[in-house]
């Protein structure tokens, strides 16, 4: 065998070697990407009275961008409704239909933890459980927050109000959420148009019906 031979043979060793090498990262990239809740969801929070949680007063709104991989959830969470420049990091687990996880501020603070029920496909209902001191001047308040959230894919949410809503985000807010973001809320295009918007005005109020479309 010749030195040509040798050599091109230790290189494709050393080539096969390093896509073994490979392959177990390949997997793992490919399960948090894919995995069946990994994508794009909205959380709706859900403003309770007395009477408990109503739908028609959403709380707030919150795109959330999840990988999934075996039973591990990890995401980001950024705040669409009321117009606040928030986001949050969300770690958790799934168990059969069941998630339960904590968020924590990115900036500031903040935690707290989510736990949620799929009722059907592409829909998580539960609670979320926050704790947080407010400081009155003439004393210091300690309390939890609690109330129903929702997730909802966002595939799903087609209210037309809610569309309106987003459309005034980038001129009102101008809110940095990644492109891959972006272009699940409204589409590149879309976003790329708006930029430069000055005349559009986030909503005041919203209701579920707002924001996820009525079935055909």
Request: proline content about 4%; hydrophobic content about 40%.
């Amino acid at each position: 065998m010749s030195a040509r031979e040798i050599t091109w043979q230790v290189a494709l060793g050393l080539v096969v070697f390093a896509i073994g090498a490979m392959i177990p990262r390949i997997v793992r990239w490919a399960r948090a990407l894919f995995g069946e809740l990994s994508g794009c969801w909205i959380e709706i929070t859900y403003k309770e009275d007395g009477a408990g949680a109503s739908d028609d007063h959403v709380w707030f709104a919150d795109v959330v961008r999840l990988r999934h991989s075996g039973d591990q959830l990890r995401g980001t969470m950024w705040r669409l409704f009321p117009n606040e420049k928030r986001a949050w990091k969300l770690e958790g687990r799934v168990v059969g239909d069941t998630i339960v996880a904590t968020y924590t501020a990115k900036k500031g603070g903040g935690l707290g933890l989510l736990t949620l029920l799929r009722v059907e496909t592409g829909r998580f209902k539960g609670r979320f459980i926050e704790p947080y001191t407010a400081d009155h001047g003439a004393g210091i308040t300690k309390d939890i927050k609690r109330s129903v959230v929702e997730w909802v894919e966002r595939d799903e949410c087609q209210g037309e109000a809610f569309r309106t809503h987003l459309e005034a985000l980038p001129s009102v807010g101008k809110l940095d959420y990644p492109r891959s973001i972006r272009a699940k809320l409204l589409g590149r295009r879309a976003w790329r148009q708006l930029e430069s918007r000055t005349d559009a005005a986030a909503s005041v109020g919203l209701t579920r019906g707002d924001i996820v479309a009525p079935p055909p």
